[in-house]
């Protein structure tokens, strides 16, 4: 008579991922096999390392990808802020700041 018994291991990993201002994302990856009930326990232990190590292998490349897709943001905005003129208006500001500045100098006799 055929043993029908299943067996099944299931193994999953999960990380987050601090983004700054008190926010973080998620990653998450379940990874299952399933064998016959009368496989050792030395094939059983060794499916569950690999499935833990998959898992893990597939939430580590899904952050690489999220944080290489936050630095294109990040280049994109900078590019975009250089577009507008923001960095010449944080120049202004450090010209109108260098005014105040002399003002109050003169005001108070020093240079």
Known sequence: M??????????????????????T????????????????DEEKKKISETLFLSAKLEVEAAINDFQADQVKKN???SKID???GN?????GDEEDRS????LANEAFGTK
């Open 2 to 23: 055929k043993n029908d018994y299943r067996y099944q291991i299931t193994r999953s990993f999960a990380r987050k991922v601090n983004i700054g201002n008190y926010q």
């Open 99 to 102: 005014k105040k500045l002399k």
């Open 25 to 40: 994302v998620d990653f998450f990856a379940s990874h299952t096999q399933e064998m016959p009930a009368d496989t050792a």
């Open 87 to 91: 960095e010449v208006e944080a120049d």
């Open 75 to 77: 280049s994109n905005q």
């Open 82 to 84: 250089f577009e507008h």
